[in-house]
């Protein structure tokens, strides 16, 4: 008998999220992620006109971090 798990597949990251796709693909929702943002624990934007794009690189980079700032305990 074989065991299942449910497993989430690697993220892959496009060239750049809008907010709508970024807060999409992490599961949060927009408020949060302006709260992340203020905080300074947001993931790093650029401005195209007025638009604000957050690239694959940085949305990686902030993935990275806050797993970093998540207290990790034992099983």
């Known amino acids: 008998m074989t065991e299942s798990h ?3 597949p ?4 496009p060239p750049a999220y809008s907010i709508p796709q970024f807060c999409d693909a992490h ?3 927009r408020a949060y992620l302006y709260q992340l943002w203020n905080e300074g624990r947001g993931p790093r ?5 007025r ?6 690189e940085a949305a990686a980079d902030w993935r990275r971090r ?7 305990k034992p099983i």
Do not use: N
């Not at 690697?10 to 990251?13: E, K, R, V």
């Not at 934007?45 to 006109?49: C, D, P, S």
């Not at 806050?66 to 990790?72: H, L, P």
């Open 6 to 8: 449910h497993q989430t």
């Open 45 to 49: 934007r650029t401005k195209l006109g």
């Open 10 to 13: 690697h993220l892959i990251d």
């Open 66 to 72: 806050m797993e970093r700032e998540t207290v990790q």
């Open 51 to 56: 638009r604000t794009l957050i690239s694959g």
């Open 27 to 29: 599961h949060i929702s």
